[in-house]
């Protein structure tokens, strides 16, 4: 049976939210706290590493996972393709979940239905944002290791496939195997933003924290969005730079 670890790709240096990975979210618990916390309530993964770099102002970061017995790996901060790679090579890792330090509403019961798929087909990448159905956010990456390893080998990279782990493969559906799953009736819900760039956005998942405590689900948040739709209103309109549906676009 394949090895299967999850990634976290964590710095401090965002630009629109400063140092938002060790923000406070939950009863002190910060950002990055809270997405260790779900991801390892996930049982398809054997791990869970955060990926951070070598830079001076990440050793926050490196030091609060030694604190918390969290596996952790540095290394470029621009080719986080290497870095993870690297994350992924010394825990041993045949495939990863990806995920970003953002990912505060990560929801491990669907990362499990996307390790099934992984392990049952004979897939490079099997993902459930190529097409917005899910709430903005609440996604995951399940992505072969060889295949990232021969990623990194080609020689038509662009600074943009480097500081995108998965972007070279999903944009090249006729030279790797990709599923693409999409939500299910209930769970559709694309117009409902659930992640965290800006500082809107952290006052909302504050917000969801706060009623739903830091174990809910997917469905427990969209019952709170139908019962309580203006506390989600402050994120309405906030512009998406970056998802895999957007470049498909």
């Not at 990975?21 to 049982?43: D, I, K, M, W, Y």
């Not at 798929?117 to 159905?133: E, F, T, W």
């Not at 295949?147 to 662009?158: E, F, I, K, N, P």
């Not at 965290?196 to 706060?210: R, T």
Request: proline share 4%.
């Amino acid at each position: 049976m394949a090895r299967i670890i999850g990634t976290i790709e964590a710095r401090m240096g965002s630009s629109r939210l400063k140092g938002k990975t060790l923000l406070p979210v939950h009863e002190g618990q910060s950002l990055l706290e809270c997405v260790v916390r779900r991801f390892r309530a996930c049982s398809a993964v054997e791990d869970v590493v955060v990926a951070t770099t070598v830079e001076a102002g990440d050793d926050r970061i490196a030091a609060w996972c030694e604190r918390n017995g969290v596996s952790v790996f540095r290394g470029s901060e621009n080719n986080v393709l290497e870095r993870v790679i690297g994350a992924a090579k010394k825990h041993g890792a045949d495939a990863i979940v990806q995920m970003g330090a953002d990912s505060a509403f990560l929801d491990s019961d669907l990362i499990g239905q996307l390790v099934s798929l992984y392990q049952a087909g004979d897939y490079d990448y099997v993902c459930n944002d190529l097409k917005l159905s899910w709430p903005l956010g609440v996604y995951g990456h399940v992505v072969r290791v060889e295949t990232l390893a021969d990623v990194a080998g080609r020689s038509d990279l662009t600074d943009a496939d480097r500081s995108d782990v998965v972007r070279y493969i999903f944009e090249r559906p006729d030279v790797y195997r990709i599923l693409s799953i999409e939500a299910p009736p209930e769970m559709r819900c694309p117009d409902l933003r659930l992640t965290i760039d800006y500082p809107e956005d952290m006052e909302q998942a504050k917000s969801v924290y706060a009623r739903l405590g830091p174990d809910f689900t997917t469905a427990g948040i969209l019952a709170l969005y139908r019962a309580e739709p203006d506390l989600f209103a402050r994120t309405r309109g906030l512009v998406q730079q970056s998802a895999p549906f957007l470049l498909k676009q």
